[in-house]
């Protein structure tokens, strides 16, 4: 009878340990089953991105080109842009091209002809004169687009600077008008006075009322 109670004991707490056991190798194959898929998540990523192609979870910025464009930075372009089109706007820029033109006809005019690299009607001329003017246009238009862009920063910060004026202004206003209610509601130093003159003369009647009597 010993025997038996001792081994029902004994199965009686066999049973919360096994089941602790249990649950503990469960929690184990499940962390080992995340890990296992985290590894195929990262070799499925890194085989993509070795392959180059995009991951299915991020949209696609642009087809692909079939060859890649030089890369340049739009800001110093912009102010190369801007240094020709204020050169070109000069009057040394109508001075050199002046002499340029001259000394080119005249080269191709005065000299002899063994000498002449572009007879009349000085079609490489024309050509270097339309070249120039199609790199010239483009440029100019860049320094405008540029200069419209700083205008337009410029008038919205003057616009806001202009609101935060008015707003200060109304501000001050108001706090103006509250100071000026305030102080006519203070006694001022005539009002004093003249209440202090009323306070004598009443002690003065009332004395002369108790001398009387």
């Known amino acids: 009878m010993d025997g038996d109670r001792k081994n029902r004991r004994d199965g009686r707490d066999d049973a919360p340990r096994q089941r602790i056991q249990g649950e503990l190798r469960e929690l184990r194959q499940l962390r080992e089953l995340r890990a296992r898929e985290g590894n195929r998540g990262q070799r499925s990523e890194a085989q993509l991105s070795s392959g180059g192609r995009s991951r299915l979870d991020q949209p696609r910025t642009g087809r692909p080109a079939l060859f890649a464009l030089p890369a340049y930075d739009p800001e110093a372009f912009g102010k190369l842009s801007e240094r020709v089109a204020r050169f070109l706007g000069t009057g040394r820029f109508i001075v050199w091209m002046t002499v340029v033109v001259v000394v080119w006809v005249g080269w191709n005019t005065l000299l002899p002809s063994d000498w002449r690299f572009d007879a009349y009607p000085f079609i490489f001329l024309t050509l270097v004169l ?12 860049l320094a405008q687009n540029r200069q419209d862009d700083r205008d337009r920063v ?17 501000y001050l206003t ?9 102080l006519g509601e203070v006694a001022t130093r005539d009002f004093i006075r003249s209440e202090l003159q009323s306070l004598l003369k009443e002690m003065d009647e009332r004395r002369d009322a108790s001398e009387v009597v």
């Open 174 to 182: 108001r706090e103006v008008a509250a100071l000026r209610q305030g």
């Open 130 to 141: 339309s070249l120039q003017a199609s790199y010239a246009a483009p440029l100019i238009l």
């Open 154 to 170: 410029n008038m919205e910060q003057d616009r806001a600077r202009g609101e935060r004026n008015i707003a200060d202004t109304e």
